[in-house]
């Protein structure tokens, strides 16, 4: 299976009209014309062909694997619908591809141990360097620079609980059309007692790969940091902490 052949059977999916069909009914029996189109004649049309191009461009240097990883991620498919599609995959292209979403995305099982408690809750942070190197883990990306937004608020998890989450997240600015990658998760009763010990390992990971960059398989792409974003509560509480960050 080649990412044209997924460019198509895509194309196809989302171009498809339904036809009106006729029943005629007689007095023993209903019967039903076909009104379906033969499924090549879906590609006929010069303006789906381009269409489809310009969705899945990104598709041209992925193998299959990377490609339904990333199709999956943009779409935010559903772990149904993705099982689903990876069986057609097995069943009519005979392609070699895992059975369930968990294996596709690779997801891990234990993140135990990269939960740290601090004070007022717990930290999981995964960072920047290796959420990227993930997301890019057997290509090298087209930017010659990162530019990155990191985006922090907090969140009530249940009206009837004080539990809250702190998510941290980044968007590149070169990559508009991927969705922002969560690097690393406060929880616990409150906000997080000492934002110096929530922000630490952020801080300490945007000043040293600010001055080595990121490395990828044949590339090396500087990066640098653009903004904090924030509600106005939170942008007060983090402008001590993007002060020493700039410093430094």
Known sequence: VTPEDLELLFAGCSSAEPTTSTTTTTSNATTTSNDFHEFEDIYDSADVATDANDRFEFMKNLNLKDALVHLIILGRASRFLTEGFLAILRKFFKAKVPKTKRTLLKTEADIKSEITPINGGKLWYRGIEKVLLKYFEDIDPEPDIFTIDVSIDGLPLFRSSRKQLWPIQIRV?????????????????????????????????????????????????????RAFIADSPMRATLKGMFMILLRK
């Open 173 to 225: 600015v070169e990559l508009p059309k991927v969705p922002p990658f969560v690097i690393g998760t406060y929880g616990g009763p409150k906000k997080p007692h000492s934002i110096g010990e929530f922000l630490n390992p952020l801080v300490k990971e945007i000043n040293d790969l600010q001055k080595r960059g990121l490395q990828f398989k044949h590339k090396l792409v500087p990066m640098v940091l």
